[in-house]
């Protein structure tokens, strides 16, 4: 079974932050958040990870809760091209597999 | 190549059949994964290998289905007697622990039995 917890789907107005949580209360020290999107037809695509500390890139920026129960994507500037299903996986920095859940699926809206 | 390639894109193939995918990970990528996503489904993990070792199997649905690394390269997936519930897309994926990027997908192979 997956980790984590995310809400079905989510609305965005294109321009303005879109803000993902996602909940993963059983999660344990060595294992880190990953997130991924896939857009319709296409294989997921990595958009960031981070085990404690917030991380930031040029796709998003990771917060991570100081109990690490839980964790948001923040999208800044969201896009059309950003409508996809986004998962979030925790996963152990040496496991081999993810186990995906159902995702949230973002529609931005223009 | 720059990223994960599979073969075919789209295969079409009468039930009970055999059919094989193909999976050509990044080079240098030690680690292999195939996953399967049927139509409105998550991803469903399959098999994982490590170099040529399959240490984990566990997610293969069935005996009918069964998958080989060689060279530390190239995955074939092989279904064999399809049926209509095979129908689904596939999707490989490979990583390099030293990479800290997670997994990199290919696009997939759309299968679909008739």
């Known amino acids: 079974d997956a980790k984590t917890t995310q809400p079905t789907s989510m609305d965005c107005a294109e321009g303005r932050a879109a803000n993902l949580p996602c909940n993963h209360s059983?999660?344990?020290?060595?294992?880190?958040v990953y997130w991924y999107r896939q857009i319709h037809s296409q294989g997921p695509q990595y958009i960031i990870h981070?085990?404690?500390n917030n991380e930031t890139n040029e796709m998003a920026s990771l917060i991570i809760t100081e109990d690490r129960k839980s964790s948001t994507l923040i999208l800044p500037h969201a896009t059309l091209r950003d409508t996809a299903v986004y998962y979030c996986?925790?996963?152990?920095?040496?496991?081999?597999?993810?186990?995906f859940g159902t995702g949230t699926r973002l529609k931005v809206l223009a | 190549g720059a990223g994960v390639s599979q073969s075919p894109s789209n295969k079409v193939t009468e039930k009970g059949k055999d059919v094989e995918l193909r999976c050509d990970p990044i080079?240098?990528?030690?680690?292999l994964y195939w996953y399967r996503q049927r139509l409105g489904q998550g991803l469903e993990f399959l098999i994982y290998?490590?170099?040529?070792?399959?240490?984990?199997k566990s997610g293969l649905p069935s005996d009918r289905f069964s998958a080989e690394r060689t060279g530390e390269s190239v995955s074939t997936l092989t279904i064999q007697r399809t049926q209509q519930e095979d129908s689904a897309v596939y999707l490989c994926?490979?990583?390099?622990?030293?990479?800290?990027?997670?997994?990199?997908f290919g696009s997939g192979t759309r299968l679909t039995v008739v």
């Open positions: 290998f490590q170099g040529n070792s399959a240490p984990d």
């Open positions: 981070g085990l404690k």
């Open positions: 059983t999660i344990s020290g060595n294992e880190y």
């Open positions: 994926a490979s990583s390099s622990y030293l990479s800290g990027y997670g997994y990199t």
């Open positions: 080079s240098g990528h030690t680690a």
């Open positions: 996986i925790v996963s152990d920095s040496g496991t081999y597999k993810y186990i």
